[in-house]
Protein backbone atom coordinates (compact mmCIF):
# COMPACT_ATOMS: atom_id res chain seq x y z
CA UNK A 1 0.00 0.00 0.00
CA UNK A 2 1.11 3.92 -0.88
CA UNK A 3 0.81 6.23 1.77
CA UNK A 4 2.05 9.52 2.02
CA UNK A 5 1.90 12.82 3.23
CA UNK A 6 2.46 15.92 0.89
CA UNK A 7 4.35 17.86 3.61
CA UNK A 8 6.07 21.17 3.87
CA UNK A 9 6.94 23.09 6.52
CA UNK A 10 6.24 26.28 4.94
CA UNK A 11 3.08 27.41 3.04
CA UNK A 12 2.47 28.12 -0.41
CA UNK A 13 4.55 25.37 -1.23
CA UNK A 14 2.39 23.95 -3.79
CA UNK A 15 1.41 21.13 -1.49
CA UNK A 16 -2.37 20.91 -2.66
CA UNK A 17 -1.47 21.03 -6.47
CA UNK A 18 1.15 18.27 -5.87
CA UNK A 19 -1.24 16.31 -4.00
CA UNK A 20 -3.88 16.59 -6.51
CA UNK A 21 -1.91 15.75 -9.61
CA UNK A 22 0.16 12.92 -7.61
CA UNK A 23 -3.33 11.31 -7.09
CA UNK A 24 -4.53 11.59 -10.36
CA UNK A 25 -1.15 9.88 -11.51
CA UNK A 26 -1.39 7.19 -9.19
CA UNK A 27 -5.16 6.67 -10.00
CA UNK A 28 -4.12 6.55 -13.54
CA UNK A 29 -1.19 4.05 -13.08
CA UNK A 30 -4.16 1.61 -11.70
CA UNK A 31 -3.93 2.17 -8.45
CA UNK A 32 -6.94 2.95 -6.43
CA UNK A 33 -6.34 6.31 -4.48
CA UNK A 34 -7.98 8.00 -1.94
CA UNK A 35 -7.07 11.79 -0.72
CA UNK A 36 -7.88 13.08 2.61
CA UNK A 37 -8.01 16.87 2.55
CA UNK A 38 -7.34 18.20 6.18
CA UNK A 39 -7.25 22.38 5.62
CA UNK A 40 -10.10 24.05 6.87
CA UNK A 41 -9.17 27.14 4.80
CA UNK A 42 -10.03 28.40 1.35
CA UNK A 43 -8.12 27.16 -2.06
CA UNK A 44 -7.85 23.70 -0.45
CA UNK A 45 -8.09 20.29 -2.47
CA UNK A 46 -11.70 20.22 -1.67
CA UNK A 47 -12.57 22.75 -3.58
CA UNK A 48 -9.74 22.25 -6.15
CA UNK A 49 -11.88 18.67 -6.73
CA UNK A 50 -14.89 20.50 -6.59
CA UNK A 51 -16.28 18.17 -3.74
CA UNK A 52 -17.30 19.06 -0.15
CA UNK A 53 -20.78 20.11 -0.65
CA UNK A 54 -21.44 19.91 3.48
CA UNK A 55 -18.20 21.43 4.64
CA UNK A 56 -19.52 24.44 6.47
CA UNK A 57 -22.91 22.72 7.42
CA UNK A 58 -22.09 22.23 11.52
CA UNK A 59 -24.75 19.43 11.74
CA UNK A 60 -22.88 17.26 8.82
CA UNK A 61 -21.27 14.13 9.40
CA UNK A 62 -17.50 14.89 8.99
CA UNK A 63 -14.05 13.73 8.93
CA UNK A 64 -13.51 15.05 12.38
CA UNK A 65 -16.08 13.68 14.09
CA UNK A 66 -14.91 10.20 12.69
CA UNK A 67 -11.41 10.39 14.00
CA UNK A 68 -12.89 11.27 17.25
CA UNK A 69 -14.67 8.34 17.23
CA UNK A 70 -18.24 10.26 17.90
CA UNK A 71 -19.56 9.53 13.74
CA UNK A 72 -23.00 10.85 13.11
CA UNK A 73 -22.88 7.90 9.77
CA UNK A 74 -21.43 5.63 7.68
CA UNK A 75 -17.69 6.53 7.20
CA UNK A 76 -18.65 5.31 3.39
CA UNK A 77 -21.03 7.85 3.36
CA UNK A 78 -17.95 10.41 3.86
CA UNK A 79 -16.37 9.35 0.50
CA UNK A 80 -17.16 11.12 -2.86
CA UNK A 81 -15.68 10.25 -6.14
CA UNK A 82 -14.24 12.76 -7.92
CA UNK A 83 -14.36 13.31 -12.10
CA UNK A 84 -10.91 11.75 -12.59
CA UNK A 85 -11.62 8.36 -10.38
CA UNK A 86 -9.56 10.01 -7.16
CA UNK A 87 -11.94 9.17 -4.32
CA UNK A 88 -11.83 11.96 -1.76
CA UNK A 89 -12.83 12.85 1.75
CA UNK A 90 -13.16 16.27 2.26
CA UNK A 91 -12.72 18.97 4.01
CA UNK A 92 -14.68 20.30 7.17
CA UNK A 93 -15.03 23.83 9.10
CA UNK A 94 -14.43 21.70 11.86
CA UNK A 95 -10.81 20.89 10.88
CA UNK A 96 -10.22 24.35 12.58
CA UNK A 97 -11.26 23.21 15.82
CA UNK A 98 -9.93 19.83 16.06
CA UNK A 99 -7.73 20.29 18.92
CA UNK A 100 -10.70 21.99 21.37
CA UNK A 101 -12.92 19.04 20.12
CA UNK A 102 -10.01 16.39 20.89
CA UNK A 103 -8.96 18.39 24.59
CA UNK A 104 -12.54 17.68 25.27
CA UNK A 105 -12.45 14.36 24.41
CA UNK A 106 -9.26 13.32 26.25
CA UNK A 107 -10.46 15.42 29.56
CA UNK A 108 -13.89 12.88 29.61
CA UNK A 109 -12.06 9.94 28.43
CA UNK A 110 -9.07 10.19 30.82
CA UNK A 111 -11.59 11.36 33.72
CA UNK A 112 -13.68 8.51 33.39
CA UNK A 113 -10.88 5.88 33.09
CA UNK A 114 -8.33 7.75 35.51
CA UNK A 115 -5.62 7.76 33.32
CA UNK A 116 -2.60 10.91 32.91
CA UNK A 117 -3.73 13.42 29.85
CA UNK A 118 -0.56 12.50 29.37
CA UNK A 119 -0.70 8.97 28.78
CA UNK A 120 -3.78 9.71 25.86
CA UNK A 121 -2.77 8.81 22.26
CA UNK A 122 -3.80 11.77 21.44
CA UNK A 123 -1.91 11.58 17.58
CA UNK A 124 -2.97 7.65 17.26
CA UNK A 125 -6.69 8.26 16.35
CA UNK A 126 -6.07 8.49 13.05
CA UNK A 127 -4.44 5.12 12.46
CA UNK A 128 -7.16 3.65 14.28
CA UNK A 129 -9.65 4.96 12.32
CA UNK A 130 -8.17 3.87 8.97
CA UNK A 131 -6.25 0.93 9.17
CA UNK A 132 -8.33 -0.46 12.58
CA UNK A 133 -11.72 0.51 12.27
CA UNK A 134 -12.05 1.18 8.60
CA UNK A 135 -9.53 -1.51 7.46
CA UNK A 136 -9.11 0.79 4.18
CA UNK A 137 -5.83 -1.01 3.07
CA UNK A 138 -8.72 -3.40 2.03
CA UNK A 139 -10.08 -1.25 -0.19
CA UNK A 140 -7.80 1.26 -1.65
CA UNK A 141 -3.97 0.84 -3.05
CA UNK A 142 -2.95 4.69 -2.03
CA UNK A 143 -4.03 6.95 0.33
CA UNK A 144 -2.43 10.64 0.13
CA UNK A 145 -3.21 13.49 3.02
CA UNK A 146 -3.28 17.04 2.07
CA UNK A 147 -2.41 18.50 5.53
CA UNK A 148 -2.51 21.78 7.65
CA UNK A 149 0.95 22.43 8.97
CA UNK A 150 0.03 24.67 11.30
CA UNK A 151 -2.22 22.45 12.80
CA UNK A 152 0.07 20.24 14.63
CA UNK A 153 -2.61 17.45 16.46
CA UNK A 154 -3.70 16.70 12.88
CA UNK A 155 -0.19 16.93 10.95
CA UNK A 156 1.11 14.50 13.94
CA UNK A 157 -2.29 11.88 13.67
CA UNK A 158 -1.48 12.56 9.33
CA UNK A 159 1.93 11.22 10.18
CA UNK A 160 1.63 8.68 12.63
CA UNK A 161 -1.02 7.11 10.40
CA UNK A 162 1.04 7.16 7.21
CA UNK A 163 4.74 7.42 8.22
CA UNK A 164 6.14 8.66 4.99
CA UNK A 165 6.24 12.08 3.34
CA UNK A 166 6.66 13.52 0.18
CA UNK A 167 8.18 16.87 0.42
CA UNK A 168 7.79 20.18 -2.07
CA UNK A 169 10.12 22.84 -2.00
CA UNK A 170 9.50 26.21 -3.70
CA UNK A 171 12.75 28.77 -4.71
CA UNK A 172 12.63 31.53 -2.75
CA UNK A 173 14.60 34.51 -3.19
CA UNK A 174 17.25 34.19 -5.88
CA UNK A 175 15.93 30.66 -6.50
CA UNK A 176 17.54 29.11 -3.58
CA UNK A 177 15.73 26.09 -2.34
CA UNK A 178 16.46 25.35 1.57
CA UNK A 179 14.97 22.07 2.93
CA UNK A 180 16.75 23.67 7.13
CA UNK A 181 14.99 22.04 9.30
CA UNK A 182 13.34 19.51 7.70
CA UNK A 183 15.80 16.42 9.15
CA UNK A 184 15.53 18.44 12.45
CA UNK A 185 11.51 18.68 12.52
CA UNK A 186 11.50 14.87 11.10
CA UNK A 187 13.57 13.19 14.11
CA UNK A 188 11.73 15.68 16.76
CA UNK A 189 8.59 14.04 15.23
CA UNK A 190 9.94 10.57 15.79
CA UNK A 191 10.93 10.89 18.85
CA UNK A 192 7.20 12.48 19.96
CA UNK A 193 5.78 9.82 18.29
CA UNK A 194 8.11 6.64 18.81
CA UNK A 195 8.17 5.59 14.96
CA UNK A 196 10.39 5.97 12.12
CA UNK A 197 9.16 8.36 9.57
CA UNK A 198 10.38 7.76 5.97
CA UNK A 199 11.17 10.44 3.17
CA UNK A 200 10.28 9.32 -0.20
CA UNK A 201 11.47 12.23 -1.76
CA UNK A 202 11.89 15.66 -2.32
CA UNK A 203 10.33 17.74 -4.86
CA UNK A 204 11.37 21.45 -5.98
CA UNK A 205 8.62 23.12 -7.68
CA UNK A 206 7.79 26.08 -9.77
CA UNK A 207 11.84 26.20 -10.80
CA UNK A 208 12.39 28.71 -13.20
CA UNK A 209 14.96 29.39 -16.26
CA UNK A 210 17.22 31.42 -15.13
CA UNK A 211 21.30 30.25 -13.72
CA UNK A 212 20.71 30.59 -10.25
CA UNK A 213 17.62 28.77 -10.40
CA UNK A 214 19.33 25.85 -12.28
CA UNK A 215 22.32 26.06 -9.73
CA UNK A 216 19.87 25.35 -6.67
CA UNK A 217 18.26 22.77 -8.65
CA UNK A 218 21.40 20.78 -9.79
CA UNK A 219 22.82 21.28 -5.90
CA UNK A 220 19.44 19.27 -4.99
CA UNK A 221 19.47 16.89 -7.64
CA UNK A 222 23.08 15.74 -6.44
CA UNK A 223 22.77 15.58 -3.06
CA UNK A 224 22.67 11.83 -1.16
CA UNK A 225 20.96 13.25 1.33
CA UNK A 226 17.45 12.60 -0.32
CA UNK A 227 15.97 11.38 -3.32
CA UNK A 228 15.16 14.03 -5.87
CA UNK A 229 13.52 12.17 -8.86
CA UNK A 230 11.69 15.03 -11.04
CA UNK A 231 11.87 19.24 -10.54
CA UNK A 232 8.65 20.75 -12.02
CA UNK A 233 9.32 24.38 -13.70
CA UNK A 234 7.40 27.29 -12.93
CA UNK A 235 4.31 26.16 -14.79
CA UNK A 236 1.91 28.76 -13.13
CA UNK A 237 -0.37 29.05 -15.95
CA UNK A 238 -1.24 25.48 -16.46
CA UNK A 239 -1.07 24.70 -12.52
CA UNK A 240 -3.76 27.87 -12.22
CA UNK A 241 -6.12 26.69 -14.41
CA UNK A 242 -6.15 23.07 -12.38
CA UNK A 243 -8.86 25.30 -10.49
CA UNK A 244 -11.17 26.16 -13.25
CA UNK A 245 -10.91 22.47 -14.95
CA UNK A 246 -11.63 21.61 -11.38
CA UNK A 247 -9.00 18.70 -11.45
CA UNK A 248 -5.43 17.82 -11.83
CA UNK A 249 -2.67 19.46 -14.56
CA UNK A 250 -3.42 16.26 -16.63
CA UNK A 251 -7.20 17.00 -17.23
CA UNK A 252 -5.99 20.58 -18.12
CA UNK A 253 -3.96 19.31 -20.89
CA UNK A 254 -6.37 16.92 -22.11
CA UNK A 255 -9.48 19.31 -22.55
CA UNK A 256 -7.29 22.31 -22.84
CA UNK A 257 -8.88 24.24 -20.22
CA UNK A 258 -7.56 28.08 -20.38
CA UNK A 259 -8.05 31.03 -19.04
CA UNK A 260 -8.89 34.12 -21.37
CA UNK A 261 -10.19 37.62 -21.69
CA UNK A 262 -13.55 38.01 -23.40
CA UNK A 263 -15.57 41.15 -23.96
CA UNK A 264 -13.55 42.42 -20.84
CA UNK A 265 -14.41 39.64 -18.93
CA UNK A 266 -12.28 37.04 -17.45
CA UNK A 267 -13.56 33.18 -19.05
CA UNK A 268 -12.42 29.80 -18.30
CA UNK A 269 -13.36 27.45 -21.12
CA UNK A 270 -12.28 23.63 -22.04
CA UNK A 271 -10.93 23.26 -25.81
CA UNK A 272 -9.10 26.65 -25.71
CA UNK A 273 -5.52 25.78 -24.59
CA UNK A 274 -2.73 25.12 -27.50
CA UNK A 275 -0.65 22.14 -26.57
CA UNK A 276 2.98 22.80 -25.61
CA UNK A 277 5.46 20.43 -25.06
CA UNK A 278 6.80 21.99 -21.70
CA UNK A 279 3.28 21.18 -20.57
CA UNK A 280 3.64 17.40 -21.57
CA UNK A 281 6.57 17.57 -20.21
CA UNK A 282 5.10 18.35 -16.80
CA UNK A 283 2.88 16.03 -17.12
CA UNK A 284 5.53 12.98 -17.65
CA UNK A 285 7.64 14.39 -14.60
CA UNK A 286 4.32 14.66 -12.43
CA UNK A 287 3.57 10.89 -13.89
CA UNK A 288 7.37 10.30 -12.81
CA UNK A 289 6.73 11.26 -9.54
CA UNK A 290 4.14 8.87 -8.72
CA UNK A 291 6.40 6.19 -10.54
CA UNK A 292 9.02 6.14 -8.22
CA UNK A 293 7.02 6.72 -4.68
CA UNK A 294 5.05 3.73 -6.23
CA UNK A 295 7.95 1.53 -7.18
CA UNK A 296 11.19 2.88 -5.44
CA UNK A 297 9.48 4.09 -1.80
CA UNK A 298 6.61 1.19 -1.33
CA UNK A 299 7.21 -1.61 -4.44
CA UNK A 300 3.91 -1.77 -6.02
CA UNK A 301 3.25 -2.56 -9.17
CA UNK A 302 1.87 0.15 -11.60
CA UNK A 303 1.58 0.72 -15.62
CA UNK A 304 4.58 2.54 -16.66
CA UNK A 305 2.58 3.79 -19.45
CA UNK A 306 1.15 7.70 -19.43
CA UNK A 307 -1.43 7.48 -21.80
CA UNK A 308 -2.69 11.11 -22.72
CA UNK A 309 -5.91 11.82 -24.83
CA UNK A 310 -5.80 15.40 -25.75
CA UNK A 311 -8.92 16.70 -27.41
CA UNK A 312 -8.79 17.29 -31.21
CA UNK A 313 -5.01 16.13 -31.07
CA UNK A 314 -3.22 12.96 -31.71
CA UNK A 315 -3.36 10.82 -28.35
CA UNK A 316 0.17 10.27 -26.94
CA UNK A 317 1.67 7.49 -25.45
CA UNK A 318 4.82 8.04 -22.76
CA UNK A 319 6.52 5.26 -21.43
CA UNK A 320 8.68 5.65 -18.40
CA UNK A 321 11.30 2.92 -18.47
CA UNK A 322 13.80 1.16 -15.88
CA UNK A 323 16.44 3.85 -16.53
CA UNK A 324 14.19 6.30 -16.00
CA UNK A 325 14.47 7.78 -19.43
CA UNK A 326 11.57 8.46 -21.12
CA UNK A 327 10.05 7.06 -24.77
CA UNK A 328 7.39 8.83 -26.50
CA UNK A 329 5.47 7.42 -29.23
CA UNK A 330 2.37 9.37 -30.89
CA UNK A 331 -0.27 7.53 -32.46
N1 LIG B 1 4.84 24.40 -10.50
C1 LIG B 1 4.18 25.54 -10.30
N2 LIG B 1 4.62 26.72 -10.83
C2 LIG B 1 3.97 27.88 -10.63
N3 LIG B 1 2.83 28.00 -9.93
C3 LIG B 1 2.33 26.88 -9.37
C4 LIG B 1 2.97 25.60 -9.52
N4 LIG B 1 2.23 24.67 -8.86
C5 LIG B 1 1.21 25.35 -8.32
N5 LIG B 1 1.23 26.66 -8.62
C6 LIG B 1 0.26 27.69 -8.19
O1 LIG B 1 0.64 28.20 -6.91
C7 LIG B 1 -0.51 28.51 -6.13
C8 LIG B 1 -0.43 27.85 -4.75
O2 LIG B 1 -0.41 26.45 -4.90
P1 LIG B 1 -1.04 25.47 -3.79
O3 LIG B 1 -2.39 25.91 -3.41
O4 LIG B 1 -0.88 24.10 -4.33
O5 LIG B 1 -0.02 25.69 -2.58
P2 LIG B 1 -0.14 25.11 -1.07
O6 LIG B 1 1.24 24.72 -0.65
O7 LIG B 1 -1.16 24.07 -1.01
O8 LIG B 1 -0.61 26.41 -0.28
P3 LIG B 1 -1.16 26.48 1.25
O9 LIG B 1 0.06 26.43 2.12
O10 LIG B 1 -1.87 27.79 1.29
O11 LIG B 1 -2.05 25.29 1.45
C9 LIG B 1 -1.71 28.04 -6.94
O12 LIG B 1 -2.30 29.16 -7.56
C10 LIG B 1 -1.12 27.11 -7.99
O13 LIG B 1 -1.85 27.13 -9.20
MG1 LIG C 1 -2.86 23.88 0.21
Excluded at 153 to 169: C, E, G, H, Q
Aim: glycine share 6%.
Amino acid sequence: MITAVVYSESGGTYKTTMTANLAVALERMGQNTLVLDFDPQEGNLTSLFDAGEHRSDPDADNLVKHILDMPDGEFGDLIETTAEGVDIIPSHDMLGDFTSNLEQKISYETGMQNMSRDEYPRFELLYELLWERENLHEQYDAILIDPNARAEDLLYNAIFALRTLVAPVKPAGKGNLSLDGLDELVGNMETQLDIEIGLSCVVPSGVGQTNAHRQYQQQFENTAEFATPVTIGNRESLMDAMWEARGSAFKVVEERWKTFERDGEMVSEPGQRRVRDREIDTLEKLYELAWFIATQTFDADVDPVLKLEIDGHENQQIELTDDESMEATTS
